[in-house]
């Protein structure tokens, strides 16, 4: 029988908690899709990595991403711990990690979420006006600027590769409202918050400019996890977005930031549609 000296024990008592220390102190990492300019996504991110920090007794830190396919790849590789996804990037990472990610809150908007086609042609007034034109999507791999308005598109017979002049992808929400207001596209299709938000700050000219279309609702964004996350820490996180209260200063803080009333519990079954609708429109292989 081996026997250790008071020296090893307490050596070994010290390697133990040095390791709890150290996994208590690990950053926890935080990343988004690109679906609004770098500058406006780390205002968004700053008050709820604050918040985090507090709940989880650990540094917070937002790690941006060049394009949604990196986002996709930094959580499903874990160099992320979290990422705020649309339905349709959540898909993708769902597939590409064959079923290892796990959705665990959505606003209340992303319930019923929409997207608007908006333009500044007086002469497009419905989405059968847009045959022939030159239009704008966001990221291919955007759910609400890409994804749902062309499966939209495509019930009511309208092929955009076939029926448009120029398909465009602007990259980004805000940069589909630039296009159109410089008349570098004729329409083009976007998330319904950003639009109602740059409309309520006045960066866009809602007199030249206007919703032509809108569409149903539908399932979209959440923020998903690894599923090899242990399930405490996932309840901790869920939790941490549950109580959120606009009643609070720093809940209506955060809120307002996020475009949200409130954060509900998801799960991976709501995003079933977004995913047929990929593959009809032949965007999931």
Known sequence: MTKFSPKHILLGCALVLFGSLAQAQAVFKVTAIPDESPTELARKAAPLVKYLEK????????????DYAASVEALVNKQVDMAWYGGFTFVQANVRSGGKV???VQREEDEKFRSVFITSDPGIKSLADLKGKNVSFGSQSSTSGHLMPRSF???????PDKDF????YSGAHDATIAAVAAGKVDAGALNISVWEKFVKEGKVDASKVKVFYTTPGYFDYNWTVHADMPVALRDKLTQAFLKLDRNTAEGKEILELQRATRFIATKADNYKGIEQAARNAGLLK
């Open 102 to 104: 796990v959705p665990l």
């Open 153 to 159: 598109l495509l019930q009511a017979h309208i092929d």
């Open 165 to 168: 002049k120029r398909v465009a």
């Open 55 to 66: 709940i989880l007794g650990r540094p917070v830190e937002f790690t941006p991403v060049t």
